[in-house]
């Protein structure tokens, strides 16, 4: 299993460009989650889904959409890019219900610089 | 509101001493409570987690933690530290009446010296 795969690993975007940061899961997970995280914040919960076709916003959400058409699939999108999105983007991904574990299982990351 | 309050921005502890990383928490109901670790230019990685059970927790790399409900805490420990230690350690809690989400700490830096 790849577990949870992010791309790309680095991208620096001109204020007003838009872009897809991708996130794929093989764990069958129904949960999936983003994150943003900066320098003394810890983690910041952008958007969520808990399956496909269900997604719903968290605490950052501005700024950002997602889609969620596939179990495995996760896309957040920058509509128009601000240097207030310069942060380093987790995608996340756990089982759901009652016998879940609730343990979450991370992405390796996307380093973004928003000029 | 729920909340987590990592106290320390960073705790040192020379190589063979025992560590301890705070964690104090505030829900309305009944706690799932974690720890994660990041390693530099990495995701995060899951430690342990306290569901319900037993206060002391082991997890993953000789790491344990207690849970107090008295005074709302879930400190991480090891009792002989390692260099290879040293990192970002997150504390996350769930409030499992209120939704799913984590809520997370700011992070504490682990540096651990030979």
């Known amino acids: 299993n790849a577990g949870v795969t992010q791309t790309p690993k680095f991208q620096v975007l001109k204020t007003g460009q838009s872009m897809t940061l991708q996130c794929a899961q093989d764990?069958?997970?129904?949960?999936m989650s983003w994150y943003r995280q900066d320098p003394g914040m810890g983690l910041r919960l952008i958007h969520y889904?808990?399956?496909?076709?269900?997604?719903d916003q968290g605490e950052v959400p501005n700024g950002y959409n997602v889609s969620r058409s596939t179990t495995e699939d996760f896309p957040l999108r920058l509509l128009s890019a601000a240097p207030s999105q310069t942060s380093v983007y987790f995608c996340?991904?756990?089982?759901?219900?009652?016998?879940?574990?609730?343990?979450?299982?991370f992405g390796p990351g996307t380093r973004l610089t928003v000029l | 509101a729920q909340s987590v309050a990592q106290p320390e921005d960073q705790v040192n502890v020379a190589e063979g001493n025992p560590l301890t990383v705070k964690c104090t928490y505030s829900?309305?109901?009944?706690?799932?409570l974690f720890w994660y670790v990041q390693y530099p230019n990495r995701g995060l990685q899951f430690l342990l987690k306290y569901i319900t059970g037993d206060n002391l927790v082991k997890g993953s790399y000789g790491f344990e933690a207690e849970f107090n409900k008295s005074q709302t805490s879930f400190h991480l420990k090891k009792p002989s530290a390692l260099v290879s230690d040293s990192a970002l350690y997150f504390c996350a809690v769930r409030d499992i009446g209120k939704g799913y989400q984590l809520i997370w700490g700011a992070g504490t830096k682990l540096i651990i010296k030979p």
């Open positions: 996340a991904s756990s089982s759901y219900g009652k016998s879940s574990t609730d343990t979450q299982y």
């Open positions: 829900v309305s109901g009944n706690p799932y």
């Open positions: 889904s808990v399956g496909a076709g269900i997604t």
């Open positions: 764990m069958n997970h129904e949960y």
